[in-house]
């Protein structure tokens, strides 16, 4: 974990603090004076938090855990049957026939 700077936290940032359940996730932040506003999202519970925090607290109480949630916001790569499984060779190579097929009807 590591202290977090204010101008730094982006949305996606999990923090962790005592004013959390547990762990969080940005969604905004932003500064008003010697205060620090976050709106962020329980990473394990989903809750909505909306904390106003002053700039003493933030800096001495929360902090960055390193790593940060898991996106899984890719293109998705294609992948090659190699048609060899005694199922696929059955059902004529098409995959999509083996859906709800119990597997001692494959064999």
């Given at each position: 974990?590591?202290a977090?700077d204010?101008a730094?936290?982006?949305p996606?940032?999990v ?5 959390w359940?547990?762990?969080v996730r940005?969604?905004r ?14 990473v394990?519970?989903?809750q909505?938090y909306?904390?106003t925090?002053?700039?003493d ?10 790593g940060?949630?898991y996106?899984f916001?890719?293109?998705?790569r294609p ?5 060899s499984?005694?199922a696929?060779r059955?059902?004529?190579g ?6 709800g097929?119990?597997r001692?009807?494959?064999?």
């Amino acid at each position: 974990m590591s202290a977090v700077d204010v101008a730094l936290l982006e949305p996606d940032t999990v923090l962790s603090g005592p004013f959390w359940a547990g762990p969080v996730r940005v969604l905004r932040a932003s500064r008003v004076g010697g205060q620090v506003r976050i709106e962020a999202v329980g990473v394990g519970d989903s809750q909505y938090y909306d904390r106003t925090l002053t700039l003493d607290q933030f800096q001495t109480l929360v902090s960055e855990l390193q790593g940060g949630t898991y996106r899984f916001d890719a293109s998705p790569r294609p992948t090659a049957c190699r048609r060899s499984c005694l199922a696929c060779r059955r059902w004529g190579g098409n995959p999509t026939l083996l859906i709800g097929t119990r597997r001692d009807e494959l064999l």
